[in-house]
Structures are given as C-alpha cells and as structure tokens.
C-alpha cells in the first residue's frame, strides 16, 4: 500500500525564504553574481507534492522532483524569494499512454483556472486572437487558450510532431511560465515532464530595467515608463506583422497593471 506523498508548502518573499529553509537538508548556493539558490530535491518513487501558497491563486504541482528558490542578492533590502523553478512529472508513472498523459493535462489546467490563472502576454509581443491558439502552437509551441482544452486527437497528434509546448500565465503579481516537454518513449508509451517558472512580476521587470535592482524610486518609475512606451511600440510592429502572417488580434486584451508590484 503506498503512502501518499509529503506536500510541501512554498511561497515568496522573505517568508518563501524561511520556508525553503524550514525543508532544506543542505546550505544555501550563495552566487558571486549576486544570487542565492535553495534547493529542494527528491528521488523516484518519493517524490513530492508542492503547493505553490499564494492565497486564492495557490494551486498543487505533484510528482516533484526538484523545486529551487531564488533569492535576488543585488536588491537594495532582501526581497526574500523572487523565483521557485519547479520539474515534475506530469503523471506518477514514468511512461504513460497518451490518454493518461492528456487526462493530468486537463486536470493540471482545471485546477489553475479554478485557481484564478489567466492568459499573459509579454508586454512587447503580440495579442494573438484565442482563435489561432492551434497555430500558434505549431508554430511557436505556444498555448494562448488554455482553458479551451484540446481534444485527445489534438493532444497526440501536436506531441506526435513536437516535443514541447509552453503557456503563461498571470495572476496578482506572479507570472508563470510552464511547459510540457515530451521527454522518451518506450514501447508506445511516453515520458512528460513539466517545468514551472514562477516568478514574481517585480522581479521580471526590475530585471528587465538597466539597473533596476540599483535605482530610487524616482529613476525606476521613470524608467519603468520609458520601457512602457518601448513595449507599446514593440507590440504595434509585431502586430503589424503577425496580421500579415495571417494572424487575428485580440485587441481586447488589457496589460495587467504591474507598477503596483514593483514600486
């Protein structure tokens, strides 16, 4: 009879970081280039359960092998945890029929949209209509509707094709990038890994400022407002484009308003 799996609570900020500590069986991996690393790990068949703690957004992640907090050493008071990188198996066995692997996908995705998650774009890239999610995917291996589950046919028939596809979404100031990467096949059956990215949006646009980390208030809210206006731009280029690589537009997408966060 097998026990269930310990779940392991992790979350962000200076809190996150007393977590992380509270599990961890080794030192912390302190960074000349000014980052600390926490590292969680487990070996089959032990592996984890992860709640990523995050309030009415938090969400389960299961059959965890290894989940990594990230501290930003460079910002000017410790921010704590900014970063939890996270593999796992998208199913407990290793190798799984392709209806197995597509019933823990769509498990997977009910619970974040249940959790509050929705659909991200980078501020600079375009809005491509839900309408084109299919060739979005083949094309750049990009998933734009997540909730609009694909069928069984769908799913074997793009990972027949393409061994990786990744969505982002967003919710209160945290940003996910997660990917399902098809990894082996043994005997008709197949292996799915799953990678998570979580990140907190202050992080990823201090990081993407030119010494966001160093700035004061002043510099950063106007740099901050500079690269808006950059992104704007970016965005209307790429638009351009993408309608004339026969795209559709979803002009009814708004940006989420990240400066709440990042001030």
Do not use: C
């Not at 028939?157 to 996910?176: H, K, Q, S």
């Amino acid at each position: 009879m097998s026990s269930q799996p310990e779940l392991y609570s992790l979350n962000f900020g200076v809190e996150g970081e007393k977590k992380f500590k509270s599990y961890m069986q080794t030192g912390v991996d302190q960074q000349p280039a000014g980052m600390s690393f926490f590292d969680l790990t487990w070996e089959p068949p032990h592996l984890a359960n992860i709640k990523i703690d995050l309030g009415e957004n938090s969400f389960v992640i299961k059959n965890v092998f290894s989940a990594m907090g990230t501290r930003i050493d460079y910002a000017q008071q410790n921010e704590g945890i900014q970063i939890i990188d996270v593999t796992a198996g998208l199913n407990k066995e290793e190798f799984v029929s392709q209806e197995q692997a597509y019933m823990a996908y769509k498990e997977l995705f009910s619970q974040l949209e249940k959790a509050g998650w929705k659909q991200y774009f980078f501020p600079g890239l375009s809005r491509i209509s839900k309408k084109d999610n299919m060739k979005v995917m083949i094309e750049d291996g990009l998933i734009i509707d997540p909730y609009n589950y694909l069928t069984l046919t769908e799913w074997s028939d793009f990972f027949n094709n393409i061994p990786t596809v990744t969505t982002r979404l967003y919710a209160n100031g945290i940003l996910i990038e997660l990917s399902i990467d098809k990894t082996k096949s043994e005997n008709n059956k197949k292996q799915y890994m799953l990678r998570f990215a979580v990140q907190t949006i202050r992080y990823v646009t201090k990081n993407s400022i030119e010494n966001g980390y160093k700035l004061t208030a002043p510099e950063l809210k106007s740099a901050y407002d500079e690269m808006v206006l950059v992104d704007q731009k970016e965005r209307r280029k790429a638009e351009i484009k993408a309608k004339k690589e026969g795209f559709h537009i979803d002009e009814s997408y708004q940006d989420p308003d990240v400066w709440q966060y990042v001030k």
